[in-house]
């Protein structure tokens, strides 16, 4: 066939990689100029791409179309290729086809990155043959092409589901589903939980959904695609009611059953030596350890492997002290719910550095917590209009910039010894910085050099 990829980062790579190994034609076009490490890898095997445009007589020969995930539905040329009726599929959908190892899929709108590097961190350090792919950055086509591992943990965005159909995850996770990118589906919550959902989609009696029973989106939604696959709701409590898979029983103790409604003794597991915290880390804990359970690790394993386990950047992450006042990296934060998950885990005074390109947030469910904990709302964003009407009459302060570096400096001097100047933006990155890792960098940055010298506080 003749199989054009759109889009040259690290899936569409992985895409072009894997569609030429399989004996395919290959074309890859990014409407963006390609980054050079791409750039090579495509040189390297002798792969026809175009950057900063796409041919549209070219794509449109094209047998089948391997469409990055950030590319929407209402691009010019996804419609083009739908008018044409060209199959579009997701690089996930094409990595699927040539593999047999057994995928863990981890999906919800929060907790996804955390909860697939602990899954992926447990199953290594058990001493088995796992590879870590999809939204955190390693693109499972390209892993494919040798197809050396047993299993695959995959973080999967709903943007990565939209484009599934033959694609059968072994162990489909769902966390949770809150407000999102709902610019991508038509501002319609129940359309982009149908897109989560996906990711039952073609499950057997061999398969197993783990999913959060304390979510309500979930219940509502779940029903319509119910699926003949083993079900393992989890809580952060026991409940009577619910034949739960997972479930605390205080708060570093879980136990798990893997054959809910039977008898079975449940297995106790401790969390007392992870370094995670908050009760939406809970969540996730819970979850990774399922996951862990099912593949077949015992008590003894997971405990060792929680107590070793790092979670990545820019999530809760402290990155230095100034005049007393601890610095918070937490620029994955970029909805409502991850930023209330920042806010009500903090017990300590807050500035606050939130804003950023706007998703159609509703923040009235930050109100209570900004009123009782933010001292200081400092706004930094192209346009922070929504932002000060929504918090100008909550915070005793607030205050706007358009520069990471103004806004850590203005953070250290409203910060009192024993505050806490948290950046949790609540919004995407796109409108100043190249993405939440870059936001994240260069808060991290702008600590160190006030750290460094940069500024004298309180002398």
Not at 138 to 146: F, P
Not at 260 to 277: D, H, M, R, V
Not at 378 to 395: M, R, Y
Not at 406 to 434: H, I, M, N
Request: proline share 4%; hydrophobic share 40%; glycine share 8%.
């Amino acid at each position: 066939m003749k199989i054009v990829i759109l889009g040259a980062a690290e899936s569409g790579v992985g895409a072009a990689l894997l569609a030429q190994a399989k004996g395919h034609t290959v074309f890859v076009s990014d409407k963006s100029p390609i980054q050079p490490v791409y750039k090579q890898k495509l040189t390297a095997a002798g792969i026809r791409f175009e950057e900063g445009m796409h041919t549209l007589e070219e794509i449109l020969t094209a047998d089948e179309v391997v469409k990055s995930p950030g590319i929407p539905e209402k691009a010019p040329v996804i419609q083009a290729l739908r008018e044409k009726k060209i199959p579009v599929i997701s690089e996930i959908e094409l990595a699927g086809r040539y593999t047999q190892a057994r995928c863990i899929c981890i999906t919800g709108t929060n907790g996804k990155t955390t909860t697939t590097l602990l899954t992926y961190h447990l199953l290594k350090e058990a001493g088995l043959s796992v590879g870590l792919a999809g939204n955190v950055g390693y693109s499972l086509a390209e892993q494919v092409i040798a197809d050396e591992h047993d299993y695959y943990v995959v973080e999967l965005s709903s943007f990565q589901l939209d484009d599934t159909y033959d694609f059968r995850a072994w162990v489909a996770v769902l966390l949770n589903i809150t407000p999102d990118h709902l610019d991508r589906y038509d501002y319609s919550l129940e359309k982009y939980a149908h897109a989560k959902l996906r990711i039952t989609r073609n499950m057997d009696s061999s398969g197993f959904f783990i999913y959060n029973a304390d979510d309500e989106v979930i219940q509502q939604e779940f029903a319509s695609v119910f699926s003949q696959t083993n079900l393992l709701p989890f809580s952060l409590h026991h409940r009577p009611d619910y034949q739960l898979a997972g479930y605390y029983t205080s708060e570093t103790r879980l136990c798990t059953n893997l054959a809910p409604g039977l008898n079975e003794q449940p297995e106790e597991i401790s969390t007392a030596g992870s370094p995670l915290i908050g009760q939406h880390n809970r969540q996730n804990t819970l979850a990774a350890v399922l996951c862990a359970r099912v593949a077949g690790l015992n008590e003894q394993q997971i405990e060792a492997g929680l107590a070793t386990f790092r979670n990545a950047d820019h999530r809760l992450q402290p990155v230095g002290e100034i005049g007393g006042a601890r610095f918070i990296n937490d620029s994955k934060a970029t909805n409502v719910e991850a930023a209330w998950f920042a806010l009500d885990g903090l017990q300590q005074p807050i500035i606050w550095i939130a804003g950023g390109t706007d998703k159609g947030n509703d923040y009235s469910s930050l109100l209570p917590l900004a009123q009782a904990k933010v001292k200081a709302l400092i706004c930094l964003g192209v346009d922070n209009e929504k932002l000060k009407a929504s918090f100008g009459s909550i915070v005793p302060h607030l205050e706007e910039t358009q520069s990471m570096a103004e806004a850590v400096r203005r953070g250290a001097e409203l910060a009192a010894p024993g505050d806490v100047v948290l950046l949790s933006p609540c919004c995407a990155s796109f409108d100043l910085f190249k993405n939440y890792e870059d936001r994240g960098r260069q808060f991290t940055a702008a600590v160190a050099d006030l750290g460094n010298g940069g500024m004298r506080v309180g002398g």
